[in-house]
């Protein structure tokens, strides 16, 4: 079993910047995958980006490339998203998720079977 818990959202204008956070507890293994989704309301929950737990590779989604970046902190069992130049459509309930998943390719959406509560990311413009 696996909790996941966000935190960092909150209220920027438009171009400002936050990093989540989302704190892991319970087993995590080393063939997890840790990725990051974000639903605003009356949207559908997408894909933001994603980290392998063991090793360094990452998968951003193209509308966020080159202003948010996934990391982690095995030792902290923690994973962040630090999001730059933020725009108005960035605006979402961000949700941490994880799944054991043993593949070399990235998984889907429908694998995460481990999510966080979300955390609110309000961007004024």
């Known amino acids: 079993q696996v909790q996941l818990v966000e935190s960092g959202g909150g209220l920027v204008q438009t171009g400002g910047s936050l990093r989540l956070s989302c704190v892991a507890s319970g087993r995590t293994f080393s063939s997890y995958v840790m990725g990051w989704f974000r639903q605003a309301p009356g949207k559908e929950r997408d894909f933001v980006a994603a980290?392998?737990?063991?090793?360094?590779?990452?998968w951003h989604a193209d509308s966020v490339k080159g202003r948010f970046t996934i990391s982690k902190d095995n030792a902290k069992n923690t994973v962040y998203l630090q999001m730059n130049r933020l725009k108005p459509e960035d605006a979402a309930v961000y949700y941490c998720a994880a799944t054991d998943w043993g593949r070399q390719n990235w998984p889907p959406m429908s694998s995460y079977n481990y999510w966080g509560q979300g955390t609110q990311v309000t961007v004024s413009s």
């Open positions: 980290t392998s737990w063991s090793g360094g590779s990452t």
